[in-house]
T-cell receptor, first 114, second 112 residues
Framework: DVKVTQSSRYLVKRTGEKVFLECVQDMDHENMFWYRQDPGLGLRLIYFSYDVKMKEKGDIPEGYSVSREKKERFSLILESASTNQTSMYLC?????????????FGSGTRLTVV | GESVGLHLPTLSVQEGDNSIINCAYSNSASDYFIWYKQESGKGPQFIIDIRSNMDKRQGQRVTVLLNKTVKHLSLQIAATQPGDSAVYFCAENPGGGNKLTFGTGTQLKVEL
């Protein structure tokens, strides 16, 4: 089974801190994604990457950056955490097949910014 | 922009009954659809998918129906069990590429 592992299940950070959320997948998937999930808003795409060192903005990239130095690892960075970034963050990966293909998700990181 | 939506935010069913979860989509270019299940505290899990050249696909206890005429997707769960209690999301791939658009989810509650 493909596994997508997020390094932390729960995080509590202070406003203004720089926060790193790590995601690792073990099935050589080309595509990796970061979403945030908020009640009533569903999953919203923050950033995605189709290849190493490649990144593209999603629908809500403001306040975030990403890094993909290795194929298996995709990091989400909150440059200066704010309370409105309190959320569930989900990482996902998929094959790059040229047509629609399902994602495999990690278990999520619930981030609280105080 | 176009988005994926759901008719009902919460669905309650009796154990053993069949469940039907609905989803409306608005992007006529979407060619691939997926249903995900998300249990409390966990990430979404793939349940079943369907491509736009099909109108029905069956899995184990689950069936997905696609009606392209009215842009409607449904997930049917047979003999619903307590373990089926979760939030169910539909997702669409709006034509090419690998990016999915997700609905807001329906909470399925199974009553004993």
């Amino acid at each position: 089974d493909v596994k997508v592992t997020q390094s932390s299940r729960y995080l509590v950070k202070r406003t203004g801190e720089k926060v790193f959320l790590e995601c690792v997948q073990d099935m050589d998937h080309e595509n990796m994604f970061w979403y945030r999930q908020d009640p009533g808003l569903g999953l919203r795409l923050i950033y995605f990457s189709y290849d190493v060192k490649m990144k593209e903005k999603g629908d809500i990239p403001e306040g975030y950056s990403v890094s993909r130095e290795k194929k298996e690892r995709f990091s989400l960075i909150l440059e200066s955490a704010s309370t409105n970034q309190t959320s569930m963050y989900l990482c996902a990966s998929s094959l790059n097949t040229g047509y629609g293909y399902g994602y495999t998700f990690g278990s999520g990181t619930r981030l609280t910014v105080v | 922009g176009e988005s994926v939506g759901l008719h009902l935010p919460t669905l309650s069913v009796q154990e053993g009954d069949n469940s039907i979860i609905n989803c409306a989509y608005s992007n006529s270019a979407s060619d691939y659809f997926i249903w995900y299940k998300q249990e409390s505290g966990k990430g979404p899990q793939f349940i079943i998918d369907i491509r736009s050249n099909m109108d029905k696909r069956q899995g184990q206890r689950v069936t997905v129906l696609l009606n392209k005429t009215v842009k409607h997707l449904s997930l049917q769960i047979a003999a619903t069990q307590p373990g089926d209690s979760a939030v169910y999301f539909c997702a669409e791939n709006p034509g090419g590429g690998n990016k999915l658009t997700f609905g807001t989810g329906t909470q399925l509650k199974v009553e004993l």
